[in-house]
C-alpha cells in the first residue's frame, strides 16, 4: 500500500523489538509514512517491509536527544516503544529514567503533537515491584515536557516469542511436577500480542483516546497456574501438578526460571516480581476504542502455538538489546583455527545449509558436545542453548541463535556468529562462502538410475565454505580454556564442514566422489 499524505508522519522506537517490529506493518498498511529510528538498521534489514515506500530508517541512539529531535521533526505523533531491561541488567530503571527524559526533551523540541507509550499493567500504589514501578515512572516524565502523552498499560503479552509465552511453555513443557512461589494464584489479564498493535493503531483514528492512561487486557482474568493448565492442554500434555510454596524468593524463581527457560536471568527477575502483583484491567474503557475481538488466554496460546509449529514466528524478545562490539581482532593475543571444503552446489545451496545451524537442527556433528557445553553454560547463568532461533531454516542480523549472536548475514556470501555464552575472553564463528569451479570426471552417475554413462568432461559450478573460529582470551583463564577445546576442533569442525557439505550437495552425485571431500585445516 502506497503512503496516503493525508495520513501524516509517525515517528517509531524500538521498531526492532518484539512489538514495535509488528506495529511498524500495521501503521505502513494505514498509510502512514513511518520514520523508524534504531542504534542498528540493520536488524530492520531482513523484515519484509523494510524496502516499503512509506518507510524511512534513521540511525541514531535514544538517548541523544538532538539526534532524535532532528529525526522526529515533521511527526505528528511518536511510539516509545523502548524498554532497557535486557541492556542494562540491574540498573534497568535508572537507564529507562535517562531515556524517558531525553525522549521527552526531543519530543517537545521537534513539536511532536502526540507521545504513545506502551506501559505496564497493575495495581496503583504502594507495593509494585521495582519492574511495573519503573514504568510508572516512565509514563510520569514523557508528559513533563507538555507533549500530550497517551498510555496503554498491559499485563502479560502471550504471542510466539514473548518472553512470558517462552517462560510458560518451558515450564509447562518440561515439569510435570512444580514446586512454585505462592505467586501462582496471583490474578492476572493476559492480552494476545496481535490485540497489542490493534490498541496502538486505534489511537491515530480516534481523537478522544488520545491523552488517556488505558489498561488494556484480554477477555479473561485467570491465575497464573490456571494459565500453566491451559498452556498444557494446548501442548496435548496431561495437567501439570503444582505445588505452591512460600520460601521461594524472587531471586530463587529467577534463576529456576533462567535454568529452566530460554529467559536470561536478567530478565527473569523483574518478571519473576512482577508476578506477585495483580494485573487485572481496573476497568473497561479501553474496549470501546477496540474495533477487533479480544481474544482469551486459550485462543492466545493455541495461535502462538500453531505459529511456532508453522515455523511462523514474526519477532522474539531475545532480538532486543544490543549488538555487541566489534573488537580489535588483529590487537593482542588473538588465535584463529580455519577449516575449508569445497562443496559441489551452487554458493545459494550452501548458504541455506549453513543457516540451519543451531536450534533444533543442531551442529551436524558431535551435538551431545554441543549440549554438553550449552547445558554448562546455563549453570553458569549463560544464555545456552535453549533460546533457540526464531525459524527453522532463516537467520537475520541480530537474532539469537543458541548462545550466539547473528553479527552478519549477507546471502550467500558469509554467516558470522557472535558467542554470548560465558567464556574467559571474546569468540566469534564465521562462514565465507565464495564461487569456485571443479573439473567433473567423465563417469557420472545419475540420481535417478544405478548405470553410470559417460559424458565429456565439463566445468561445474562448485562453492569453497571456509568456516574460522576466532578467540581472544582474557589473561591466563582464557589461554587454557583455549587450549582446552583446541583439541575438540577437529571432531566437530570437521563434521560440521563435512554435514553441511552433504546436506547442500543433497541430490547430488558426482562419479569419482564416494561422498567424502577433503576438509583443510589452516591454523594461524
Not at 561445474?460 to 583463564?477: D, E, H, K, N, W
Not at 554435514?499 to 566422489?513: E, N, V
Amino acid at each position: 500500500m502506497k503512503p496516503d499524505s493525508t495520513k501524516g508522519r509517525v515517528f517509531v522506537t524500538g521498531a526492532s523489538g518484539y512489538i514495535g517490529s509488528r506495529l511498524v506493518p500495521r501503521l505502513l498498511d494505514q498509510g502512514f509514512v513511518v520514520t523508524c529510528f534504531a542504534r542498528e538498521p540493520r536488524k530492520l534489514a531482513m523484515r519484509p517491509w523494510f524496502t516499503h515506500a512509506g518507510l524511512e530508517v534513521v540511525k541514531g541512539d535514544v538517548d541523544d536527544a538532538d539526534q532524535v529531535a532532528a529525526a522526529m521533526r515533521g511527526c505528528g505523533l511518536a511510539y516509545y516503544l523502548v524498554h532497557s531491561m535486557l541492556a542494562a541488567g540491574a540498573d534497568y530503571a535508572e537507564r529507562d529514567r535517562e531515556l524517558a527524559r531525553s525522549f521527552a526533551r526531543a519530543a517537545a523540541a521537534a513539536q511532536v503533537r502526540d507521545i504513545v507509550y506502551l506501559g505496564g499493567l497493575g495495581e496503583t500504589g504502594a507495593g509494585l515491584s521495582e519492574h511495573l514501578a519503573s514504568r510508572r515512572e516512565v509514563e510520569v516524565i514523557l508528559g513533563e515536557t507538555g507533549v500530550r502523552t497517551t498510555v496503554l498499560r498491559a499485563a502479560m503479552i502471550i504471542g510466539s516469542g514473548s518472553a512470558s509465552f517462552e517462560i510458560l511453555r518451558y515450564l509447562v513443557e518440561r515439569l510435570p511436577v512444580m514446586i512454585t512461589p505462592r505467586w501462582v494464584q496471583t490474578r492476572v489479564q493476559p492480552i494476545a500480542v496481535r490485540n497489542v498493535p490493534d490498541y496502538l493503531v486505534a489511537w491515530t483514528e480516534r481523537e478522544d483516546m488520545l491523552g488517556q492512561v488505558l489498561d488494556i487486557g484480554g477477555a479473561d482474568v485467570l491465575t497464573y497456574a490456571e494459565l500453566m493448565q491451559t498452556m498444557a492442554r494446548a501442548r496435548h500434555l496431561p495437567k501439570r501438578r503444582i505445588v505452591p510454596v512460600p520460601l521461594l524468593t524472587p531471586r530463587l524463581s529467577s534463576l529456576w526460571i533462567h535454568l529452566v527457560t530460554p529467559i536470561d536471568r536478567r530478565v527473569a527477575r523483574p518478571l519473576a516480581e512482577g508476578l506477585r502483583n495483580t494485573v487485572v484491567c481496573r476497568n473497561d474503557a479501553a474496549r470501546a476504542f477496540l474495533s477487533t475481538p479480544l481474544l482469551t488466554a486459550a485462543e492466545s496460546i493455541e495461535l502462538a502455538v500453531a505459529n511456532l509449529e508453522r515455523d511462523a514466528v514474526e519477532s522474539t524478545w531475545s532480538a532486543a538489546g544490543p549488538m555487541p562490539g566489534d573488537p580489535d581482532w588483529s590487537g593482542g593475543t588473538s588465535f584463529v583455527d580455519r577449516w575449508t571444503v569445497e562443496v559441489a552446489a551452487p554458493p545459494e545451496a550452501v548458504f541455506r545449509s549453513v543457516c540451519r545451524v543451531g536450534g533444533g537442527h543442531g551442529y551436524y556433528k558431535g551435538n551431545w558436545l554441543w549440549r554438553l557445553r550449552g547445558f554448562l553454560d546455563r549453570l553458569v547463568l549463560g544464555p545456552g542453548l535453549r533460546r533457540g532461533r526464531r525459524a527453522k531454516e532463516t537467520v537475520a542480523y541480530g537474532e539469537a541463535l543458541d548462545f550466539w549472536r547473528v553479527t552478519a548475514c549477507e546471502a550467500p556470501r558469509c554467516l558470522e556468529l557472535h558467542a554470548e555464552m560465558k567464556l574467559p575472553g571474546l569468540a566469534r564463528l564465521g562462514f565465507d562462502i565464495e564461487e569456485s569451479d571443479i573439473e567433473e570426471s567423465e563417469a557420472v552417475v545419475s540420481p535417478q538410475r544405478s548405470s553410470q554413462s559417460t559424458l565429456p568432461a565439463r566445468r561445474s559450478q562448485s562453492t569453497r565454505l571456509t568456516m574460522t573460529a576466532r578467540f581472544i582470551p582474557r589473561g591466563l583463564a582464557g589461554l587454557a580454556y583455549w587450549y582446552a577445546v583446541l583439541p575438540f576442533h577437529a571432531y566437530v569442525f570437521r563434521g560440521m564442514l563435512d554435514g553441511i557439505r552433504r546436506d547442500a550437495q543433497r541430490g547430488l552425485t558426482l562419479a569419482g566422489q564416494d561422498g567424502q571431500a577433503k576438509i583443510v585445516r589452516m591454523r594461524s
